[in-house]
C-alpha cells in the first residue's frame, strides 16, 4: 500500500490548466434534452406521456471533452465532421460561445450526429439518436487530417476521441499519432475496439472495463482478469499508460515497467453517468499537458469524474469546483495491487 498523493500537490496542478493548449480530434455530436414531467400513461400504447416544459443542447462526444477541456481551462482546437443541418449550426454556435476553435471542423453531406434523451422526474425515459456511422469521404478524410497536422506545432497534447461514427480511420491514425510523436506530443485515446492495434505508440488510453476486454478478447470477470488485461495492453501496444475506469469503483492505472495502482473512486452522490468518460480523458490529458505524472493525472481525473456524475445529463467540471472537491475532505488512499472492480464509466454512444 502506498500513500495517497497529498491533495495539495494534485491543486498545484490545477494552476498550470490556463497555458495548456489541447487539440481534439473526433466523433463531434450533439446532446439534446427534453425536460418535462409525466402524469399519466398513454392511452395509444403502455408508454408514459411527457409533458415537456424546457428543452437544452450541449456538446456531445469529442464536443464534449472539448468542452470539458474549455471548462476547465484550457485552450483548445476541435477538429471533426459536421452536417449541412440546424443541428450542425447549433452546435458550431455552442463551441463558439465557449470558447472553442473550430477552424479544423468540416461540414460534410452526412447529418450531424444528435444524441436526444427525454428526461423526466430526474430520470431518463427514451433516449432517441440520429446518426450514420460509414466512413467520410476519401477527400473529407484528406483534409481533417491535414488540418491536425498543421495544428500539431502549436498545442501541447491531442486527445483522439474514437466513437466510431467515420470519423477517425486507420488512415488518420497511421498519419495523425507517429506525427504527433515525432513533435513529442502528449497524445492520449478513448477508444474503439476495432482500432486497438492501431493505436500503438500513444501516451496513454482510458478505456472502460468492457473496452479493455474487448481490446483482449475476453470478459473481465476478476480484478486479475483486469490486470492481465492491462498488462497485456500495455506490453502489445507499446504505450505509456493506460487508465481503465471501473464506475463506482474507481480506476485502475497501469505504467510502462509494471506499477499499477488502484485509485478508489471520490463521487459522492451519482445522478447520471453519461459523459462521464469524456470528463475523464479531458482532465486526465489536461493534467498530463501541465506537468503532472501519470497518477496524478489519474488522481485529477477521478475527482473531475465525481463531480460530473454528481449532474444531471452531459455536464461539465469547472476549476472552482475541483479545487473545492481537492481542499475538502482527505481522498483515501490508494491501493496498488488492490483487487476490486465491477461496472464501467458510460462512454459508448
Known amino acids: 500500500m502506498t500513500p495517497a498523493i497529498p491533495n495539495h500537490r494534485l491543486a498545484g496542478v490545477l494552476r498550470h490548466f490556463r497555458q495548456a493548449k489541447v487539440l481534439v480530434v473526433g466523433d463531434v455530436m450533439l446532446d439534446e434534452f427534453i425536460w418535462g414531467k409525466v402524469n399519466r400513461i398513454s392511452p395509444e400504447a403502455p408508454v408514459p406521456v411527457v409533458w415537456v416544459q424546457s428543452e437544452s443542447i450541449m456538446p456531445g462526444g469529442a464536443a464534449n471533452v472539448a468542452n470539458n477541456l474549455r471548462s476547465l481551462g484550457a485552450q483548445v482546437s476541435l477538429i471533426g465532421a459536421l452536417g449541412y443541418d440546424r443541428w450542425g449550426a447549433l452546435l458550431l454556435e455552442e463551441l463558439l460561445r465557449r470558447g472553442i476553435d ?4 468540416m461540414k460534410t453531406n452526412r447529418p450531424t450526429t444528435v444524441k436526444t434523451r427525454v428526461i423526466a422526474h430526474h430520470q431518463q425515459v427514451v433516449r432517441v439518436d440520429r ?22 506545432p502549436q498545442v501541447d497534447a491531442v486527445v483522439i476521441e474514437d466513437y466510431g461514427k467515420g470519423v477517425v480511420t486507420p488512415r488518420l491514425l497511421e498519419t495523425v499519432i507517429p506525427a504527433a510523436r515525432r513533435q513529442k506530443k ?15 505508440g500513444v501516451t496513454a488510453l482510458t478505456p472502460n472495463r468492457a473496452e479493455a476486454g474487448e481490446a483482449v478478447g475476453r470478459e473481465l470477470k476478476s480484478d486479475a482478469d483486469i490486470d492481465r488485461a492491462g498488462e497485456e495492453i500495455l506490453r502489445r501496444l507499446g504505450c505509456e499508460g493506460l487508465l481503465v475506469t471501473l464506475g463506482e469503483d474507481g480506476m485502475r492505472l497501469f505504467e510502462h515497467g509494471g506499477r499499477a495502482t488502484t485509485i478508489p473512486t471520490v463521487a459522492q452522490e451519482v445522478f447520471d453517468v453519461a459523459g462521464a468518460g469524456d470528463t475523464v480523458i479531458a482532465a486526465f490529458t489536461l493534467a498530463l499537458a501541465s506537468g503532472a505524472s501519470m497518477e496524478e493525472a489519474a488522481r485529477v481525473s477521478n475527482y473531475a469524474a465525481g463531480i460530473v456524475v454528481g449532474k444531471l445529463g452531459v455536464a461539465v467540471v469547472t476549476p472552482d469546483e475541483l479545487s473545492a472537491r481537492l481542499n475538502g475532505p482527505v481522498a483515501r488512499r490508494s491501493r496498488v495491487g488492490s483487487r476490486k472492480a465491477r461496472g464501467p464509466l458510460s462512454r459508448r454512444r
Open 102 to 105: 473550430t477552424g479544423g471542423t
Open 131 to 152: 446518426e450514420r456511422q460509414e466512413p467520410l469521404t476519401s477527400q473529407v478524410a484528406d483534409r481533417l487530417t491535414q488540418n491536425i497536422l498543421e495544428r500539431l
Open 186 to 200: 502528449i497524445v492520449t485515446v478513448d477508444p474503439k475496439q476495432e482500432h486497438f492495434q492501431l493505436y500503438r
